[in-house]
C-alpha cells in the first residue's frame, strides 16, 4: 500500500531509521559493556521487541503485570518490571507469570516485599527483587538508609531473590548514591548482581556510572521532539511521524491539524506539541482533542487546506499508547501494520 | 462484583450520578425551548447515548466518521459530526455512512464545500452542512464577512443542504456574531435553521443567546474537576471516579499513585490533574505515564502503601479515551462493565 492511502492522522514509523536506531543503541551498550533491555512502552508492539533482542537485548522491561502479560505469551521470557507491585490480584498474575518465565519486579518499601513474598510462596515459584533507590526527581524510591533492611527482608523470604539495585533516571548525579549503596549492602554481606540505569539520556551517561551493569532505555527505538532538543538525538534518528491534514485556514496566521490531544497527547516540550517537518517555521501551540492549533506566523511558505503534513511529537510512548495501529513505512511504501498490542494495559 | 474486586487503576462511573446528569441536563434544555444533542466524544459508549436519546436528545454529536460509524451501527441515524471532513477516502465513508443516516456537518471553506459535493453527488445522496463561525478562541471558523458565499456554495451544490449555523463554544460574546451572519443571510434570503451552540458551559450561557436552536454538550454526563472549578458542576455531580493505589510513600510529604498520565491524561487544570476524594487537601502535581506525583504537606491525615483512593479527573473525556472499559457502580456493587466502542477512533 502506498502510504498516501492512509487517511490521517495515522502513525508511521520510518522503519530504517527504526533500525538504524535499534543497531546504534545495541552496539553502544556492547562497546560499554552493558546488558541492554529495551523498555517496550515506547512500541507496544512484540514484533519491534523481538528485533531488539536478535540485536543483542538480554530481555525486555514493562512497567504494568498486564503488559508484561501480552509479551510473555509472545515467547519473551525475561523480563523487568520495574514498579512496586501492589494487591493480591497483582501479585497472583505475576507469580503465575513467573512460573513460567524470568520476571525481575522492583520495591522500595516493606509493604511490597511482604506481598510479594506472599504471592510466591502461594505458587511455590521465586521472583527476583530489585531495590529501587530514590533519585533527585522525588519520585519512588528509598533512601540508601533503607537498603539493608529491605535487601534483608528479600533475601529472608524463601521464596525471592535479592537481584540488586534499581535508579531513575541514571545521570551522574545518582552514582554517590549507588556507590554507597553498594558499599553498605557489601559491609554487611550483601551482594548487588544488577546495577539497572534507565531513562531518556541513560547511555550518553553511562560511562560516568561504572557500576552499572544494565540499562532500560525505550524512546529510542522511535526518539521524539523532546529527545531532539534534549541533545540525545538528530532529527534524522526520529523515526514515529504522524500524518496530519490541515484541515482549517481560519487566518493567514492560523493553520489547524486534525491531530490534537487524542492523536499527539497533552504531553509538551518548551510548550509546543511537536514539530512539522514540511513547516519547521510552524509553531503547534494548542491542542484540543481533534484540533492541533498552529502558528504560521513565523513560516515564509504555509499550507492550503488538505495539504498532509508529517508532526514528530514531543513525546512519542505516550502517542503509541493513543493508537490501535502503527504503520512501518520503508520509502513511500506500507510495508506492515502493526497491531498495538499492549496499548492501553493499566493493570 | 463488589467494585473492590477491581484492579486499580479503574475508571468508575457512578450510576445514579450519571443518570441525575441525563436527567437534568435535558430537564433543563427543555425548559430553554432547545434541542438537546450530546457529544458522545465524553463516554464513547452507545449504551450511554442510548439513555441520553431515551431522556429526550434529539440525535447525538460525533467529532470523527470513524466515531460516527460506530454509533450509526449501533442504531443512531441523526448523527451530527462538527467538522471538516476533508479526503476522498473520509467524503467517501461520510456518503456512504449518509445513505441511511441522517448527518450533519460542517465546513468553514470552500474546499470542504467542494469536496462533500463531489462524494454526495458520486453517492447520489444529500449531506446537511453547518457553517461553522470563528469564536474569540479563536479555533476553526469562517468570518461573517464569509457566510453568504459558503452558503450559496453549499445551495449550490445539488447534493448538499445548508443547515444553519454552528458555534464553538457559545458564550454570551459570540452573540453579537450569530446576530450578524443571520441578519447578513436573511438579508440574502438565506434561512438559518439549525443555529447549533456547544461547550463544557453551553447550557449556563444559553438563556442569554436565544437565537441558538440546539446544544452540543458532552461533558456533563460524567463533569470533571474542570467543570467544578468552572462552576458548571457540584463535587457530588462527578460521575466519573478513578479508583487508584497508593504504590509508594518516598517521604512524609509525598505519596505515589498508579495513576499515570496512561490513566488520568496529561490535561490538566490550575496545574492539577485530578482531585482526591479521600484526601482534598492533597495535590496530584506530576504524571509520569504510570506515576502521579502526590503532595500531602497540607494534609492531616495521609494514606499508606497499598491504599485505595479516587480520583476525580481534570478532563472526563480524555480518560474515556485511554481505556477499554469504564465501570458502572452503584454502591459497592459493579453494575455493568462497558466497552469504549468508539475509543481510539482518529479517523
Same mark, same amino acid.
Given at each position: 500500500?502506498? @502510504?498516501l492511502?492512509?487517511?490521517?492522522?495515522?502513525?508511521?514509523?520510518?522503519?530504517?531509521?527504526?533500525e538504524?536506531?535499534i543497531?546504534r543503541?545495541?552496539e553502544?551498550?556492547?562497546?560499554?559493556?552493558?546488558?541492554?533491555?529495551? =523498555?517496550?512502552?515506547?512500541?507496544? #508492539?512484540?514484533?519491534?521487541?523481538?528485533?531488539?533482542?536478535?540485536?543483542?537485548?538480554?530481555? %525486555?522491561?514493562?512497567?504494568k503485570?498486564s503488559?508484561a502479560?501480552i509479551?510473555?505469551?509472545?515467547?519473551?521470557?525475561?523480563? =523487568?518490571?520495574?514498579y512496586?507491585?501492589?494487591?493480591?490480584?497483582? /501479585? *497472583?498474575?505475576l507469580?503465575q507469570?513467573?512460573?513460567? +518465565?524470568?520476571?525481575?519486579?522492583?520495591?522500595?518499601?516493606?509493604k511490597?516485599?511482604?506481598?510479594?513474598?506472599?504471592?510466591a510462596a502461594?505458587?511455590?515459584?521465586?521472583?527476583?527483587?530489585?531495590?529501587?533507590?530514590?533519585? *533527585?526527581?522525588?519520585r519512588?524510591?528509598?533512601?540508601?538508609?533503607?537498603?539493608?533492611?529491605l535487601?534483608?527482608q %528479600? *533475601?529472608a523470604? !524463601?521464596?525471592? =531473590?535479592?537481584?540488586?539495585?534499581?535508579?531513575?533516571?541514571?545521570?551522574?548525579?545518582?552514582?554517590?548514591?549507588?556507590?554507597?549503596?553498594i558499599?553498605v549492602?557489601?559491609? $554487611?554481606?550483601?551482594?548487588?548482581?544488577?546495577?539497572?540505569?534507565?531513562? %531518556?539520556?541513560?547511555?550518553?551517561?553511562?560511562?560516568?556510572?561504572?557500576?552499572l551493569?544494565?540499562?532500560? @532505555?525505550?524512546?529510542?527505538?522511535? +526518539?521524539?521532539?523532546?529527545?531532539?532538543l534534549?541533545?540525545?538525538?538528530?532529527?534524522?534518528?526520529?523515526?514515529?511521524h504522524?500524518?496530519? /491534514?490541515?484541515?482549517s485556514?481560519?487566518?493567514?496566521e492560523?493553520? #489547524?491539524?486534525?491531530?490534537?490531544?487524542?492523536?499527539?497527547?497533552s504531553d /509538551? %516540550?518548551? +510548550?509546543? &506539541?511537536?514539530?512539522?517537518? !514540511?513547516?519547521?517555521q510552524?509553531?503547534?501551540?494548542?491542542?484540543?482533542?481533534? $484540533?492541533? &492549533?498552529?502558528?504560521?506566523?513565523?513560516?515564509?511558505?504555509?499550507?492550503?487546506v488538505g495539504?498532509r503534513? $508529517?508532526?514528530?511529537?514531543?513525546h512519542t510512548?505516550?502517542?503509541?499508547?493513543?493508537?490501535?495501529?502503527l504503520?512501518?513505512?520503508?520509502?513511500d511504501?506500507? *510495508?506492515?501494520?502493526?497491531a498495538?498490542?499492549?496499548?492501553?494495559?493499566?493493570?
Amino acid at each position: 500500500m502506498h @502510504v498516501l492511502e492512509l487517511e490521517t492522522p495515522s502513525v508511521l514509523i520510518d522503519l530504517d531509521r527504526m533500525e538504524a536506531n535499534i543497531a546504534r543503541m545495541q552496539e553502544r551498550c556492547d562497546a560499554l559493556g552493558l546488558r541492554f533491555r529495551p =523498555h517496550t512502552k515506547t512500541h507496544k #508492539i512484540p514484533a519491534i521487541a523481538r528485533l531488539q533482542v536478535e540485536a543483542g537485548a538480554v530481555g %525486555i522491561v514493562c512497567q504494568k503485570v498486564s503488559e508484561a502479560e501480552i509479551f510473555a505469551a509472545e515467547g519473551f521470557n525475561d523480563i =523487568h518490571i520495574p514498579y512496586n507491585i501492589l494487591g493480591e490480584r497483582k /501479585t *497472583e498474575r505475576l507469580a503465575q507469570l513467573a512460573l513460567y +518465565n524470568r520476571i525481575t519486579v522492583s520495591a522500595d518499601n516493606p509493604k511490597v516485599i511482604a506481598g510479594l513474598a506472599d504471592a510466591a510462596a502461594a505458587h511455590d515459584m521465586s521472583l527476583r527483587v530489585l531495590i529501587e533507590l530514590a533519585t *533527585e526527581i522525588g519520585r519512588a524510591g528509598c533512601g540508601v538508609e533503607d537498603v539493608v533492611q529491605l535487601a534483608r527482608q %528479600i *533475601e529472608a523470604a !524463601e521464596h525471592l =531473590h535479592f537481584a540488586g539495585l534499581m535508579v531513575y533516571p541514571s545521570v551522574p548525579s545518582t552514582r554517590p548514591l549507588l556507590q554507597e549503596a553498594i558499599d553498605v549492602l557489601s559491609r $554487611h554481606g550483601i551482594g548487588v548482581d544488577i546495577v539497572s540505569g534507565g531513562g %531518556i539520556g541513560a547511555l550518553q551517561h553511562a560511562a560516568d556510572i561504572p557500576e552499572l551493569t544494565e540499562l532500560r @532505555v525505550g524512546t529510542y527505538v522511535f +526518539n521524539d521532539w523532546a529527545t531532539v532538543l534534549k541533545g540525545y538525538a538528530a532529527l534524522d534518528d526520529c523515526a514515529m511521524h504522524v500524518a496530519a /491534514t490541515v484541515v482549517s485556514r481560519p487566518t493567514m496566521e492560523r493553520a #489547524i491539524l486534525d491531530s490534537g490531544s487524542k492523536t499527539l497527547s497533552s504531553d /509538551t %516540550i518548551d +510548550n509546543g &506539541y511537536g514539530f512539522i517537518l !514540511e513547516y519547521p517555521q510552524a509553531q503547534i501551540y494548542r491542542l484540543n482533542e481533534e $484540533h492541533a &492549533y498552529v502558528d504560521l506566523s513565523a513560516c515564509d511558505e504555509r499550507p492550503d487546506v488538505g495539504e498532509r503534513v $508529517h508532526v514528530i511529537p514531543a513525546h512519542t510512548c505516550v502517542v503509541t499508547n493513543l493508537h490501535d495501529q502503527l504503520y512501518g513505512v520503508r520509502g513511500d511504501t506500507v *510495508e506492515v501494520v502493526w497491531a498495538v498490542a499492549a496499548r492501553g494495559k493499566v493493570w
